[in-house]
């Protein structure tokens, strides 16, 4: 499936932002997706995943409460809602889809990556 990420930009401590992620080529609905995430020199970090129905999502530590993975399989989309953001939560932010079952957590999992979009928090 190949994935095409949107939505990020500058803000301010405190701001929001949500990003998209449209799906095609495939059966969005087949699959699981996620959210990671890579700051400069940095390894790429799992942010958030939502299973293939929406029916379940998982968070890292750091993102549980400020943000909401969501998704519409009608419009081959995955959403990342993030709130409350913090100068830390600076990176480029990547949406992944896979068919496999595992951690949601682990990068070598994912079959199909985005392009990532910037997200930048100024204090």
């Known amino acids: 499936v190949q994935l095409q990420a949107s939505g990020g930009g500058t803000v301010q401590t405190g701001d929001s932002l949500r990003l998209s992620c449209v799906a095609s080529?495939?059966?969005?609905?087949?699959?699981?997706m996620a959210w990671f995430r890579q700051a400069p020199g940095k390894e790429r970090l799992f942010v958030a995943g939502?299973?293939?129905?929406?029916?379940?999502?998982y968070y890292a530590d750091a993102v549980k409460g400020r943000f909401t993975i969501s998704r519409d399989n009608t419009k081959n989309t995955v959403y990342l809602q993030m709130n409350s953001l913090k100068p830390e939560d600076t990176a480029v932010y990547y949406c992944?889809?896979?068919?496999?079952?595992?951690?949601?957590?682990?990068?070598?999992?994912?079959?199909?990556w985005g392009q990532g979009t910037q997200v930048t928090v100024s204090s």
């Open positions: 992944a889809a896979r068919l496999s079952s595992g951690s949601y957590g682990d990068p070598t999992l994912y079959n199909d």
């Open positions: 080529g495939r059966t969005f609905s087949n699959y699981a």
């Open positions: 939502i299973s293939w129905s929406g029916g379940s999502t």
